[in-house]
């Protein structure tokens, strides 16, 4: 019955030490919706990367109808007929859905030349046996994003894939757009298909997939076939029921914020093009001596929430206070003049210069305080770095590029500076992203510290054991709204954020 | 670590050394195949410069208005701005240079010579920081409209120097000649070698000053290097491309206008041919270091005082010359733009 089978896959990253795929077995059948379903971190996407060829497993087979494959590339799960749709398309927008759709396997004429004809005939084809609603010649960048996602089905469809691989395909589509994917999903299985879809929702496993494997902690906990769970048995088993959770843990809990509000938000939105808004009516305010953090499963706004509070990205409407002060749509420039600390989830490109040396990523927020009539003092410049590099224990040279330091120093560095500035308020998104256990023991007692000194934390994070173990109440996003405004009073869990998480709570 | 980066700074200078030697080697391998006297020439090629005060004096003079268009493209390229338009930049400000110094005769010569380099700079800096004003703008590519724009001003200078400003007297296509008060002192008689070699090496020293021990030069380097980072870190980035345009313009004006009050003392139709684009050779092979700069504006130099010496004593023709001057273009571009387009791919990842 077992068409492909994953059998003891494990994956480990030594540049972070993450154990992302331990032992995983995975069996998929032919003709089957199988949802991969997980925490952000569970190691679903891992698990793909190594079926579709971008990612060689430590140990570990695949086999395809009994018979062992080796792939090690997406051009070798072409071979096998394996295909995969990123959560962010890979097309190219000036090129026709035609165009996209051949990109790489182009029928020719005479050896060298395009069969435009030929090309636009083929999609035609494939668009009226699955019912496709996409024209052949129209402009990528011209389409909805549910146009662009049927362009990459049709592309692996054009390739003759047998094994349909699509990480969170509903992410960015309206109640519409979805239904339409998922009856064009179910017509692919009839017609012999067999698809794993990654996904953090509920509802839509229950509603499409006929197996459902369930991830966490980079292993599988179980497969079940459709109707053997229901939604709540899946929450607790994504999050686990036998995991102690360590709510209240140096929480000042029962603490009440009323009054004074360092940083406020009102009725925040962004909506941008046809898809649904990205942020829709996001109020919360931080008080003194309150760490606020903010959840939700990938691509529910937490990214662009982020952007908001930082002043890298303008509103379409809401307003954002500081101290009482409209501060809405103002300029990174004045953010920071204003003095916002901020450790951003990329801090790899956000967060430093890997071109730039270790030095001049030290005091890009400072630097105005080091100059006088604008020439830099070199010899403050160096007291401040060498002092900085003491306090946390960086290792490199200040003046070689940052791209020659470990990981871990890295993000140090981004720390460092932040951490520098006499500020209220300071915003952590991910903080212990890529951070080893020790390191990140130290970020959240810095967080803690600065809680109890009385300032006003934000902390983004979708790793919900930290925002348990630091925040004093909780915000969960869902489909870019507010699910839910929780209490972290030590009577919190982990399961309960889930279910916010996943939009069990709000939904119908 | 430490070790890793020191071997590639040494990889790097070998590499430019080995790429200038392959050019050199590339030189008199083409004139050995195109002369019929390929002995003395390439002797004359590399060693004409040193023959004569009046080949060495004229060598060191060439090599000024090569240090002020290589710092005025290495100051756009620490910006991440390809400024093409140097060719009418240097062109517009040696008129402009001219017309001042024409148009003030009772003015003494600091005073008037001055006043003259400010407008013809001005002018050059305004022309360059079009540029920078229409990809802030309309997000127009910057370095298609800085080529197109200063095609045209080198028609329009064209214009003015064969019609409006000639000098009726003179069987050159040129203006008259400007007052004696306003030319520089010469130093290397009778090589056309001026005090304006100290401006161009001090203007080397102020960009150097500008670029690493500023406030401003930070982070305009910042936003060079990654524009998302200097957006985070608070650095106003659109301000630093239509700033950095400026300045790059400002330094070809003032280019343009040294060779007027130092070397020419007037304007010439196309005299200042070639030393935009000599500007860009000069800033890839010192890297963008403004102090890096001089010496290879001097490599530059050399190369073309080499290849006169060679026309000068032997067969070899303009066009011999002109090949091998491009050939060492195309060696040193392709060296350093290969690095360029590693170093952005890795910084991609």
Known sequence: MAYLTMENITRFYRDNHVLANSNVDFELRRNEIHALVGENGAGKTTLMKILYGLEQPDEGRIFLNGSEVFIRSPLDANRYGIGMVHQHFRLIPDFTAAENIIFGMEPKRRLFFLNRREAEEMVRSISDQFGFDVDPSAVV??????????????????????????????????????????????KLTRAGKSIILITHKLNEVLSIADRVSVMRQGKVKGTYRRGEVDKKELSQLIFGRDVQFFAGRGVSSGHKFAGKKIFELKNVSIR????????????????PGEIVGVTGAAGNGLRELEDVVSGLRD??????????????????????EKGFAYVPADRMKRGSSLQASLKQNLIIINHDGFSRFGILNRRRINSFVSKKLRQFSIDGNPDLPLHLLSGGNIQKTVLARELSIETDFIIFSEPTWGLDSAAGEYVYKKIRTHRDKGKGVLLFSSNLDEILGLADTVFVLFHGRIAGRLDNDGSLTKELVGTYMLGLEIDE | MNRREKENIIVSFWGVLLVLGASLLFAAVLIFLLSSEPLP?????????????YFFGNMLDAAVPLIFTGLGISLAFKASLFNLGGEGQIYMGALVTTV??????????????????????LAAGLLAALSGYLKVKWNVDSMISSFLLSSAVVYG?????????????????????????????????????????????????????????????????????NPEFARYGGVNVSSYVTMPFFLSGLMHGLGGGFAVLGTYHMSIKGFTSGMGWGGIAVALIAKNNPLGVIPAALFFAYLNAGSKAAMLHT??????????????????????????IRRKRRSLL
């Open chain 2, 41 to 53: 020439a390439v002797k004359y090629f590399f060693t004409g410069p040193f023959l004569s005060r």
């Open chain 1, 315 to 336: 509103l379409s409407g809401g307003q954002v206070f500081y101290h009482g002060e409209d501060i809405t749509n103002f300029s990174v420039h004045k953010f920071r």
């Open chain 1, 272 to 287: 941008s093009g046809d898809i649904k808004p990205l942020l829709d009516s996001i109020c919360l305010s931080v008080s």
């Open chain 2, 315 to 340: 067969d070899v023709t303009f066009e011999v010359a002109a090949v091998v001057e491009a050939f060492v273009f195309f060696f040193i571009t392709s060296e350093v733009i290969f690095s360029f």
């Open chain 1, 141 to 186: 960048k011209n389409m909805t994003v549910g146009e662009k996602q049927q362009v990459e089905i049709m592309r692996m469809l054009y390739r003759n894939d047998e094994t349909l691989i699509l990480d969170e395909p509903t992410s960015v589509l309206t109640g519409r757009q979805i239904e339409s994917l998922f009856y064009t999903l179910k």
């Open chain 2, 100 to 121: 001042v110094c024409l148009a003030l005769p009772e003015f003494n010569g600091l005073a008037g010579g001055l006043t003259a380099l400010a407008a013809g700079s």
């Open chain 2, 157 to 225: 200078v064209n214009f003015f120097i064969t019609g409006y400003f000639k000098d009726p007297s003179s069987s050159l296509l040129s203006t008259p000649f400007i007052d004696s008060r306003y030319f520089l002192p010469h130093l290397m008689n009778p090589s056309t070698l001026s005090t304006s070699i100290f401006f161009a090496l001090g203007g080397a020293v102020i960009i150097y000053f500008l670029l690493y021990r500023t406030r401003w030069g930070y982070e305009m380097t910042m936003c060079g290097l």
